[in-house]
């Protein structure tokens, strides 16, 4: 008789071999501070066989609802329903047990995420460990957690180092965030860290940790009248950035949906009112996510309208907030409020001095101007800007031949110099 033997599993191809994680003693604490919480199979956590783990009176949740029992099944954003409905049940309650929670469920995931032998669900467990660790920042006192960061910073650090490729930038970033973070953590009201800690975030397209914290700087700035109120016109220009960023990426590249979904989620949660209410993303056909799409660009228009009221910000600065405003406006189909805005703001660029810089901004402009124009049968408007764009392209032009001129003179000056430079015979 002979014994059948199982063939052995196929090796994983190089790039989805998962990465080695280093094991932080933030998450060591995190893991033994939150031993205390009531939970089925409470010491078991971390079995083989991922339990189903039920904290309090809160949801039960189980990791495979996440990844899937399967390696071959693909992820579903929808899967994120258990996890999520776990943690907006603590967070009702609020306070330090919220922390403890998103403490317990982020060095769970961590812990998970060093099993895995796929790197793409590894992968998704590391960037979900490191979104709840940011939702323990959003809701510390001040908005500031240095622990919570450690553990963000040893994510990145081990995806930045080892597939630099596609993850160096993360720890880039991640390089700036986190002594900022440890900085606040003793000196909150330093807006300007903050503010850079913040654009740092962008970098990493952790868009609504961004957020969090722009809204923060919205919160606590000190109170001046609002048309020179340039600190707060700052931040309302980044905030408008993020929803714009985020609609043209869900635009051109949309993978899964997480990001949209999950950032449309916690802004309705936290931060959504009768002013501004976004679509939720329920599904990933065209239609739904071009209405979430388009709430997102209202969410743009409306943080650029904010802006626009703080004249203090300087006519380049709001010419500029201005176009986008409305591309926006020409995105979501609403062409004459395109026109107007561009229309009235045109008189900014008058007080701009113009330079190579300037006059490229002001030409992508006029662009703009005459395409609404010519697009709402504008005649008069269109021929105006064509006109206006004649001219400035003339002086455009005069600029850069000036300049090319004055480099051609100093390449052969220098030229010369080194020719009339005497030549000594070596020693």
């Known amino acids: 008789?002979?014994?059948?033997?199982?063939?052995?599993?196929?090796?994983?191809?190089?790039?989805?071999?998962?990465?080695?994680?280093?094991?932080?003693?933030?998450?060591?604490?995190?893991?033994?501070?939150?031993?205390?919480?009531?939970?089925?199979?409470?010491?078991?956590?971390?079995?083989?066989?991922?339990?189903?783990?039920?904290?309090?009176?809160?949801?039960?949740?189980?990791?495979?609802?996440?990844?899937?029992?399967?390696?071959?099944?693909?992820?579903?954003?929808?899967?994120?329903?258990?996890?999520?409905?776990?943690?907006?049940?603590?967070?009702?309650?609020?306070?330090?047990?919220?922390?403890?929670?998103?403490?317990?469920?982020?060095?769970?995931?961590?812990?998970?995420?060093?099993?895995?032998?796929?790197?793409?669900?590894?992968?998704?467990?590391?960037?979900?460990?490191?979104?709840?660790?940011?939702?323990?920042?959003?809701?510390?006192?001040?908005?500031?957690?240095?622990?919570?960061?450690?553990?963000?910073?040893?994510?990145?650090?081990?995806l930045g180092e080892q597939r630099p490729e596609r993850y160096g930038h993360y720890l880039e970033a991640e390089h700036q965030i986190y002594p900022i973070m440890r900085r606040l953590q003793t000196l909150p009201n330093d807006h300007r860290l903050r503010l850079q800690m913040a654009d740092q975030m962008r970098r990493q397209t952790s868009l609504?940790?961004?957020?969090?914290?722009?809204?923060?700087?919205?919160?606590?700035?000190?109170?001046?009248?609002?048309?020179?109120?340039?600190?707060?016109?700052?931040?309302?220009?980044?905030m408008a950035e993020v929803f714009e960023e985020l609609a043209e990426h869900a635009g051109q590249n949309l993978y899964d949906g997480r990001k949209l979904k999950n950032f449309v989620a916690r802004f309705n949660r936290d931060f959504g009112g009768r002013h501004l209410e976004l679509t939720p993303l329920e599904g990933m056909r065209p239609k739904e996510v071009q209405a979430t799409i388009r709430s997102l660009r209202e969410g743009a228009v409306h943080y650029y309208l904010r802006a626009l009221v703080v004249h203090g910000l300087g006519p380049r600065r709001l010419a500029n907030a201005v176009q986008r405003l409305a591309q926006n406006y020409a995105a979501l189909g609403r062409h004459k409020d395109a026109l107007k805005v561009l229309h009235d703001a045109y008189p900014y660029w008058k007080r701009v001095q113009p330079d190579v810089d300037s006059l490229e901004e002001r030409l992508a402009y006029l662009e703009l101007l005459i395409a609404e124009a010519r697009r709402l049968g504008k005649r008069d408007v269109a021929n105006q800007g064509l006109q206006d764009q004649r001219e400035w392209r003339s002086t455009l032009d005069d600029i850069l031949s000036r300049q090319k001129n004055s480099e051609a003179r100093r390449a052969q000056l220098r030229a010369e110099m080194e020719e009339a430079e005497p030549e000594f015979p070596p020693r």
């Open 1 to 158: 008789m002979t014994e059948t033997q199982a063939s052995p599993s196929p090796t994983p191809a190089p790039e989805d071999q998962p990465i080695r994680l280093r094991m932080l003693r933030t998450e060591s604490r995190f893991r033994n501070e939150t031993r205390t919480l009531r939970r089925w199979e409470r010491d078991r956590y971390s079995s083989l066989l991922w339990n189903m783990v039920q904290m309090d009176w809160g949801p039960k949740y189980s990791i495979t609802d996440l990844v899937g029992p399967r390696e071959d099944q693909p992820l579903d954003f929808g899967d994120e329903d258990p996890l999520q409905a776990s943690v907006d049940h603590y967070r009702r309650r609020g306070g330090a047990e919220l922390i403890r929670v998103l403490q317990f469920f982020s060095a769970y995931l961590l812990q998970q995420a060093r099993r895995e032998v796929s790197f793409r669900k590894q992968l998704f467990l590391l960037f979900k460990a490191a979104e709840l660790l940011r939702q323990m920042v959003q809701f510390s006192p001040q908005s500031v957690n240095a622990e919570a960061e450690t553990l963000v910073y040893g994510i990145f650090g081990d």
């Open 208 to 238: 609504f940790d961004a957020f969090v914290q722009y809204q923060y700087l919205i919160r606590r700035l000190p109170s001046v009248a609002q048309t020179a109120d340039t600190a707060r016109g700052r931040v309302f220009l980044r």
